[in-house]
């Protein structure tokens, strides 16, 4: 039974969840990187392992929101993003072993050997590709795909978004704070005084502040965004913190009714516009401090941004003498097995170019 669900027995028969990923994530000790930045006590929580076949902190997500759909019968899934985004390659992958069709459609992204990897991989699970070069055609695309699917199938696909708030998708990660609880009081690491994780849509940053406090833990989540963000951010993330807390309280009255504190977090961008030239280079050598030292492998867009304002933070001193904790989102399952005989020929034209082709 999962953490959740021990602490909360009534959730059991009243949240949709199916079990899809590999947990618990190991923790342990970055002991080399923590001696090149001057920090003893520096850990990992491995949720890059989070899946047999694809990794990263989408597999969390899934097991609730692929839940549901089986609960409510869906037979096909709808998204919309860049070409070999990690929303579509996770979803199609899990949503496959469950049954369900994956309706793929995709805009242009920058070229690189992660997007074609990912996107053989999206096209090996049974996803249906569909490349518009513009996001207005791909709206409209949208649009009639819906129809003719409901026409050919009887219902329309259920539309997933790859960002933005998800209830479903943070419990995934109130989960996941209370499987951390348990894995300290095993002794497999003290409790962090923070943790260290990329923001995209926020579900992983709030399923994770609503968790901690649930499971009675004093850590403070630093959350690093890709991008600059908005005035209303901290809003948006007070409100989507509180919609999640009655939701589960709803749900179980035992459940604590919790309200968001500016305590719970630090909401960053990690830095801003007129320093990216410079972050980008901080970014590349933490990456790199990683993999030297580590043997572990991060993105450029979040893990990797995430990680130098760690390292940042703690060469100004701000992490002297306390418990830090790297939640690496990143997938680093290698299914170079699974793409080995995928012909790209086979895809719809438009994403030939991604591999040399015309």
């Known amino acids: 039974m ?11 028969d009243r949240l949709p969840y199916v079990s899809l990923g590999e947990f618990p994530t190991p923790v342990h000790k970055l ?3 923590g001696r090149e930045i001057g920090l003893n006590r520096l850990y990992i929580k491995c949720d890059d392992l989070s899946g047999k076949i694809y990794g990263g902190n989408k597999v969390r997500k899934l097991e609730f929101i692929l839940g549901q759909a089986l609960r409510d019968d869906v037979k096909e899934l709808l998204i919309l993003g860049l070409i070999g985004n990690r929303q579509a390659v996770a979803t199609t992958v899990y949503s496959h072993q469950l049954g369900m069709k994956c309706v793929c459609m995709m805009i242009p992204a920058p070229v690189d050997r992660q997007v074609r990897r990912n996107l053989l991989l999206t096209h090996s699970c049974g996803a249906e590709l569909h490349y ?10 949208a649009i009639y795909q819906l129809l003719r699917h409901k026409l050919q199938w009887g219902s329309f696909p259920r539309f997933l978004s790859g960002k933005g708030f998800s209830i479903l998708g943070a419990i995934g ?3 996941a704070a209370l499987e951390l609880k348990e894995q300290i009081i095993a002794g497999e690491i003290p409790e962090p005084d923070f943790i260290y994780v990329a923001r995209g849509g926020s579900s992983t940053a709030v399923g994770l502040m609503l968790g901690l406090r649930a499971a009675k ?3 403070r989540v630093i959350s690093l965004g890709a991008y600059p963000q908005n005035r209303t951010l901290a809003d948006k993330i007070a409100g989507f913190y509180g919609k999640a807390a009655y939701y589960l309280n709803l749900l179980d009255s035992s459940f604590p009714r919790l309200e968001y504190s500016e305590d719970d977090a630090d909401i960053r961008d990690g830095f801003s516009r007129r320093r990216d030239d410079w972050f980008k280079e901080e970014c590349k050598e933490a990456i790199e401090l990683m993999k030297e030292s580590e043997g572990i492998e991060l993105d450029t867009i979040y893990t990797g941004r995430t990680l130098a304002c760690l390292i940042d933070d703690a ?6 003498n306390k418990v830090i904790l790297f939640w690496n989102t990143f997938n680093s399952r290698d299914f170079s097995d699974v793409i080995a005989s995928v012909d790209y020929h086979n895809m719809p034209r438009g994403f030939h170019r991604y591999f040399g082709g015309g």
Do not use: H, M, W
């Open 132 to 141: 518009q070069p513009k996001i207005s055609l791909l709206v409209l695309d």
């Open 31 to 33: 002991e080399r990187l």
């Open 315 to 320: 060469r100004k001193g701000r992490l002297k």
């Open 173 to 175: 990660y109130v989960n």
């Open 217 to 219: 833990l004093k850590t």
């Open 2 to 12: 999962i953490p959740l669900f021990k602490n909360y027995p009534r959730l059991a």
